[in-house]
C-alpha cells in the first residue's frame, strides 16, 4: 500500500512563496513519475507540473518561470517551490504518483490573499 503524505501549504500575501512537500510511503520501486496538481474553487483539477521517470519536466503555462518542482528520489519525495504567488494560485493542490497504478494525496490548500 501507498501512502502520500503532504505539507507546505497555508495563507501568504500576493507576491509571496511557499514550498509543498509530498513523500511517498509503501510500496514504491524505482523512479515514479511525480506530479502536482490543483483545484480552485469552482473549478476542475488541472496539471501545475510533472516530473517524469527520466526526469523529463512540465509546466501549466499559467505557472511556468514562477514555480519549480523537484524531487529527492531516496526520499521519495517531491516538491513544489512557488514563487510570485498571486489570488489565481488559490487553490488545493494534490500530489500524484505514479507506479504501477495512480495514487493521490489528500491535498493542502493553499490560499493567496491579501
Known amino acids: 500500500q501507498v501512502q502520500l503524505v503532504e505539507s507546505g501549504g497555508g495563507l501568504v500575501q500576493p507576491g509571496g512563496s511557499l514550498r509543498l512537500s509530498c513523500t511517498a510511503s509503501?510500496?514504491?520501486?524505482?523512479?515514479?513519475?511525480m506530479g502536482w496538481y490543483r483545484q480552485g474553487p469552482g473549478k476542475q483539477r488541472e496539471l501545475v507540473a510533472h516530473?517524469?521517470?527520466?526526469?523529463?519536466?512540465n509546466y501549466a503555462e499559467s505557472v511556468r518561470g514562477r514555480f519549480t518542482i523537484s524531487r529527492d528520489i531516496a526520499k521519495k519525495t517531491v516538491y513544489l517551490q512557488m514563487n510570485s504567488l498571486t489570488p489565481e494560485d488559490t487553490a488545493v493542490y494534490y500530489c500524484?504518483?505514479?507506479?504501477?497504478?495512480?495514487?493521490w494525496g489528500q491535498g493542502t490548500q493553499v490560499t493567496v490573499s491579501s
Open positions: 500524484k504518483v505514479v507506479a504501477t497504478m495512480a495514487y
Open positions: 509503501g510500496s514504491i520501486f524505482g523512479i515514479p513519475f
Open positions: 516530473i517524469t521517470t527520466g526526469g523529463s519536466i
